[in-house]
């Protein structure tokens, strides 16, 4: 049977402090309910006494949440456990999360007192805590660079002034895993009166062991972790929590769980990132944009054969739709080929080498060939030989120069050239177009389109002329805007017979 880790999300609180990060009732209101519908089982509202706003969020998501306990954090000060109880007030489950800072930093700097003195406070705030609730979580703030024999003492004292949650914060992120875990072993194995309360884990990332030295914690004993979504939190962040869940849910042979819907990870990961105007980064574990996307040719064709031969997780378990396999110039024919089948094209091996071709030398002018891409090189090739070709096209333009351009176009097989100046680099190679097919053409419209964003894109151009009273069209895409217009123009004439 797997033991239960409780989820303790704290993206409110502790991810709501950050700079930047700030939300107003409503939008924590929509994070707190997507946090229970994900399966969180804590969710820390926010810090009551801190300001009227984060009062007033405490007070409406109490309202409004039901399943998971709602935590208002406070000093070990009288005055903060007041105004957190009455935040508290319509909470259906409610917790209050009292501590002070038991390093010798803290006593000696920043509460400027004595151990002894520490542990009577502690004492007092989590007696006076409980009196307004069943449910009090104490933290020893900056517990990692804590001793570890004084840090069991306070505990036990804690423990017995009825602390049901004892949190030990590494506060500064400085434990290594291991001894972030001794630690926790430590107590479980020190305090006398430890089994009558949970063990706690808060890590954060300041040297980038957030996640190590919570999965430390919970091997060594503690069974509630606290976390917030995309590892959001002060400095470098907190540890995160679809890391945590998906850690869990990965390892059997931890024979632990979690209540975490997995599959409502990715949404409530943007839901917050969005909110909390907190890009996620691309390559960030579990719900970055490239957790799940492939680009070498190796992995994509290793992929191809079996995702699990590159993936761990199923992203369907995380609620992404399926891996991506990004098309680069470092992809293969049988990734090529995968993109071409879903597009809807069963080329054979002879279609998929010329295809594969172009799209090398496409890839390499571009970072990443899109689908769009993909079907413009595929009408290419199935449009075979063209009656009219452009071969060679080279322009002069800028600032006090006059535009010119020479234009080598192939008519039934021959190359012809010209050279025509205009009023722009496009004005002047249409011109030269129109000397080579002595034919009387007018222009009606000239529409030029990026494909999608970004400056090393294809450009599309949609030409439409007029010969002898009729209209014909031509359609051109390079990554040069230039000879896309060419080629749409010489498109639209190759129609006229
Ligand atoms: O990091 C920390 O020590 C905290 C406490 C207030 C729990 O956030
Ligand atoms: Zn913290």
Redesign the pocket.
């Known amino acids: 049977m797997n033991e239960k880790v409780t989820i303790f999300d704290?993206t409110l609180?502790?991810g709501e402090?950050v700079p930047g990060c700030q939300l107003n009732t409503i939008e924590k209101i929509e994070v707190a309910e997507a946090l229970e519908n994900l399966g969180v089982d804590v969710i820390e509202a926010g810090?009551p006494i801190s300001s009227p706003g984060d009062f007033n969020s405490v007070v409406e998501i109490s309202k409004v949440i039901s399943n998971p306990v709602i935590c208002a954090?406070t000093r070990a000060v009288k005055k903060d456990i007041e105004v957190a109880a009455e935040a508290l007030q319509y909470a259906k489950k409610k917790r209050i999360?009292t501590?002070i800072?038991t390093s010798p930093y803290h006593i000696k700097y920043k509460i400027k007192t004595t151990p002894e003195e520490i542990i009577n406070r502690a004492v007092d705030a989590v007696k006076y805590a409980r009196k307004f609730v069943d449910d009090v979580e104490f933290?020893?703030?900056?517990?990692g660079r804590s001793e570890n024999e004084y840090l069991a003492k306070v505990i036990e004292a804690v423990i017995k002034a009825g602390a049901t949650v004892i949190?030990i914060?590494?506060?500064?992120g400085y434990c290594l895993p291991e001894e972030y875990g001794a630690k926790i072993r430590y107590l479980k194995e020190n305090v006398p009166n430890i089994d009558k309360a949970i063990i706690s884990t808060?890590c954060?990332n300041d040297l980038g062991m957030a996640t190590a030295n919570t999965m430390m914690g919970i091997i060594n004993g503690a069974r509630q972790v606290?976390v917030t979504m995309n590892g959001l939190?002060?400095r470098a962040g907190?540890t995160s929590l679809e890391e945590i869940a998906m850690i869990i849910k990965s390892h059997h042979s931890l024979n632990l769980s979690t209540n975490i819907n997995s599959k409502l990870i990715y949404t409530t990961s943007r839901l917050v990132s969005t909110l909390m105007s907190m890009p996620v980064q691309p390559n960030k574990a579990i719900v970055g944009r490239n957790a799940f996307a492939h680009s070498s040719g190796i992995h994509q064709d290793g992929v191809l054969k079996n995702r699990e031969n590159y993936e761990i997780i199923d992203p369907k378990e995380v609620g992404i739709k399926e891996s991506a396999i990004i098309l680069t110039a470092r992809s293969g024919r049988a990734a090529l080929n995968h993109r071409l089948q879903l597009l809807g094209f069963n080329l054979d091996k002879e279609e998929l080498d010329e295809i594969y071709h172009r799209f090398l030398i496409l890839a390499d002018k571009k970072k990443e060939v899109n689908d769009e891409d993909i079907r413009i090189l595929t009408g290419e090739v199935f449009q075979g030989e063209k009656s009219l070709k452009l071969e060679l096209l080279q322009v002069t333009c800028g600032k006090s120069t006059i535009p010119v351009a020479t234009v080598g176009l192939k008519i039934n097989g021959e190359v012809h050239t010209s050279t025509a100046s205009g009023n722009g680099p496009i004005d002047a190679a249409f011109t030269a177009v129109k000397q080579l097919i002595s034919k009387t053409i007018h222009l009606e419209e000239f529409l030029v389109q990026a494909i999608t964003k970004g400056s090393n894109d294809f450009g599309k151009v949609h030409i439409q002329v007029e010969h002898e009273q009729k209209t014909y069209y031509g359609f051109g895409t390079n990554t040069d805007i230039v000879t896309a217009s060419v080629e749409a123009f010489i498109d639209a004439i190759s129609k006229i017979q």
């Open positions: 704290t609180r502790d402090q810090f954090l999360h501590g800072g933290y020893a703030e900056d517990a949190n914060p590494d506060t500064t808060h954060h606290e939190g002060e907190n």
